[in-house]
């Protein structure tokens, strides 16, 4: 709700102030007054006291500022479609001032409106879609966020603005569901001579690196995507705990994937413990462990997008069962120890409340012989898988066992 009855003269004050503020911040090329005067989520003191003065006291104001007035004044009541509307014709203003200055010197001015564009966004897309409309405020964002990213990918110092843009438009095509067209962003910054990655803000490349590492996870590509959060999470800053535990989320379940496994006092501290027993069922060759955790925490791992990688992780459980069988022979009988009998796992798996037949077992030992988990072969007559006698198990080494 605005504030309390304001007078004339205070409201024309506080207008005029902000006014001079503002001239003031571009005068003299002031990029931290200017990220504060538009700063409109920011909810500060002095921009709320101007939208109730503005509420007050209507008057036209030049270019770049009636419609950022009308922003504040709409955002103030809570017409947040409005006040969306308002800050992207204010941001269209901007912009072609900035395009016009030669130097980057307000580049932090122009991200927080490209933040401000985002944010008002999802706030008019809920709007919207409580009164029965349909939302589009966040798609329309991403388009202009497009032409913003244009006007930054050329040459000289204000490249270096793009990955940060980028970063806002990751953010809207997860949102939207329209990961795909992350893409043409991603060729721009990848394959464009104009970026040398390294100039870019270490922010901004932690949190690019995230981004492209998830979607590597979507698209089942785990060297590329191991790379590309660990990189994230070497660089990120060790404060973030919060953003530390957003990579991990990711982070981990490709680790896994690749058979390395986590220590849980890690799991604890960034409260990942949906992921503990998925790592003592992968420590114990416990299949029925793997699959209760998946079925406990189902909901959270779709919607993080990582129930199937995790899923995949069955192959390497089976693995660590037959290990286990063959180090307990081993320790009873080592002339025989390679020689690990059908039936034995499939007594194993019973003891796990996991009934299978013989028939089912010998094909997922014939799979983890395809896929280079077990060295050896089938001894069909006697059922008795023969592992090799140097190096039965081999690691996987950080790759990822073929789907």
């Not at 690019?208 to 060297?223: D, H, I, K, Q, S």
């Not at 959060?229 to 404060?239: D, F, G």
């Not at 120890?337 to 077992?361: R, S």
Request: charged share 25%.
């Amino acid at each position: 709700m605005a504030g309390s009855y304001i007078s004339m003269g205070e409201a024309h004050h506080r207008i005029t102030d902000y006014l001079n503020r503002f001239s003031d911040a571009v005068s003299y090329q002031d990029v931290s007054s200017l990220k504060t005067l538009l700063s409109l989520s920011s909810n500060s003191p002095h921009l709320l006291s101007l939208a109730d003065a503005l509420n007050a006291h209507n008057n036209n104001y030049p270019d770049i500022v009636t419609p950022l007035f009308r922003s504040f004044q709409n955002y103030r009541i809570a017409h947040l479609v409005d006040s969306y509307v308002a800050y992207e014709k204010a941001a269209n203003s901007f912009i072609q001032e900035f395009r016009n200055w030669e130097s980057a010197w307000a580049l932090e001015a122009l991200f927080v409106v490209v933040y401000e564009i985002r944010v008002l966004a999802e706030r008019a897309d809920r709007e919207l879609a409580s009164n029965g409309k349909t939302p589009d405020k966040l798609k329309a964002a991403g388009s202009y966020l497009m032409k913003v990213f244009g006007v930054l990918a050329g040459k000289g110092p204000k490249r270096v603005g793009a990955l940060y843009v980028t970063c806002q438009l990751f953010k809207i095509y997860f949102k939207l569901g329209t990961v795909h067209l992350c893409r043409s962003v991603i060729r721009s910054i990848e394959t464009a001579r104009i970026f040398d990655f390294e100039e870019f803000p270490v922010r901004d490349k932690v949190t690019y690196m995230y981004y492209t590492g998830r979607l590597e996870v979507f698209n089942e590509n785990f060297p590329a995507a191991d790379q590309k959060l660990s990189y994230a999470l070497m660089h990120c800053n060790p404060r973030r705990e919060a953003n530390i535990r957003m990579i991990l989320k990711y982070l981990i379940p490709v680790k896994l994937s690749i058979g390395i496994l986590p220590e849980n006092s890690l799991l604890v501290k960034y409260n990942l413990v949906e992921y503990s027993d998925v790592v003592l069922a992968m420590r114990r060759g416990d299949l029925r462990l793997l699959r209760n955790a998946l079925q406990k925490h189902e909901d959270r791992f779709l919607r993080s997008g990582v129930y199937l990688v995790l899923e995949k992780l069955e192959l390497q459980v089976y693995q660590r069962l037959v290990k286990k069988i063959y180090i307990i022979q081993k320790q009873k009988d080592p002339a025989k120890a390679h020689q690990v009998k059908l039936e034995v796992i499939v007594k194993a798996l019973k003891w796990l409340e996991m009934d299978m037949d013989v028939d089912e077992v010998e094909c997922i030992m014939a799979i983890l012989i395809y896929k280079n988990l077990m060295k050896g072969y089938f001894a069909h007559k006697s059922k008795v898988v023969v592992l090799s006698k140097q190096d039965p198990f081999p690691k996987l080494n950080g790759k990822p066992v073929n789907s």
